[in-house]
Every structure is written in C-alpha cells, then in structure tokens.
C-alpha cells in the first residue's frame, strides 16, 4: 500500500490496479481515506458516486489523478459501467465530455478508489481480472474522530517519506504489482 502512494507521487502517470476496499461494517476508514487522498492531492483528486460512472458526462473526474468511488455498487445488469471502469484503470486518454462543451481527447493519468459497504457482490469481476485490487477492511480496535484531521497534520512527512523513499516492489506489469501481491481471499469471493 506504500508503494501505491510512493507509485503515485513519484510517478503520477504510472497506470496502476483499482483499489476496492470493501466491508459491511461501518466506520472503518473507507470513506477516510478517500477524504485523506482529496487532501494530498488537492484539485487533482475527486470524490465521486457511481452515478458519475453510469454518465456520458466525465467532466467531474476525466482530468484528475486520484479518483475515489464512494459507496460503490455496480450491480451485474451495469455493463457499461463495468466495461468504463475497466478502461479507466488502463487507458491513457479520455473524450473528456462536459455538458454542453465539445468532447476532446485528453492525456488520462488517473486512479481509482472504490470503497462498498458490499463486500461480495459490489461489482462483478471475473477471478482472471488483474486491474482490481481488493481488500477487505477490519475496523479499528480503537476509534479516533479526529483521525483525518491527524492524517492531514501529518501530510507534509508522509509526502517527503513518499517522495524520498526507494519503491519497495519492482514494476514487472503495465500496472505496476505482480498479480500474486494483488490477489486476496476477498477477490476469490468477489469473482
């Protein structure tokens, strides 16, 4: 998980897998850390729901480098949103597609964050699918309410770390990480 961020601010053009983190419980820091990613990166990141998704309209996401997915549910009848997300975690350009603004093809750099209260069934992937990173997320033993407040105070170490630190794993992938580091039990109950 270091690497991802050491990954993306290091090399913020790098394509990189999807990350879902998923858990039926509440307060585990999922929507957290997609707050956490809108602080670190600034205009250039966004929180979305999956009615942006299921949108011809992109203008809200298409030019930014951190994409976070909030409460996401892709039921197995939205294939065109399955198929959009596939080529958002790969492709290199986007028809950037405002309302009422001529669409245009730009660079594209960006990386997505899903976070579901459903754990096995908020999007359906096939098991051979190696953009989808997914995690199941425990609560904390402890919970802290000021926790992202304390995340951002600590934001100017953890870009200087991110920044000055050697990337742990070798790329071997056009995403970056070997499939067996992605490959979790939760995606073996998700496929």
């Given at each position: 998980a270091m690497d991802y961020y050491r990954i993306k601010l290091q090399r913020p053009t790098q394509i990189l897998p999807v990350i879902c983190l998923v858990s039926s419980e509440q307060e585990t820091g999922k929507s957290t850390l997609l707050k956490f990613n809108t602080k670190l990166f600034g205009s250039n990141a966004?929180?979305?729901?999956?009615?942006?998704?299921?949108?011809q309209f992109n203008g809200t996401y298409a030019n930014k480098i951190m994409i976070g997915v909030d409460e996401a549910f892709i039921g197995i009848e939205k294939?065109?949103?399955?198929e959009r997300i596939k080529k958002l975690a790969t492709d290199e350009t986007i028809i950037y597609n405002q309302k009422g603004i001529e669409a245009k093809e730009i660079p594209y750099y960006g990386s997505l964050v899903f976070c579901s209260n459903d754990e096995k069934d908020f999007m359906q992937i096939q098991s051979t699918d190696k953009r989808f990173w997914i995690i199941k997320v425990k609560?904390?033993?402890?919970?802290?309410?000021?926790l992202l407040s304390k995340m951002i105070a600590e934001m100017p170490a953890f870009i200087h770390y991110c920044l000055n630190t050697p990337i742990f794993y070798p790329k071997v992938t056009?995403?970056?990480?070997?499939?067996?580091l992605l490959h979790t039990e939760q995606r073996d109950e998700v496929a």
């Open positions: 966004c929180i979305i729901g999956k009615e942006h998704l299921e949108s294939k065109s949103a399955k609560p904390p033993k402890k919970k802290d309410p000021d056009r995403s970056w990480f070997d499939d067996k």
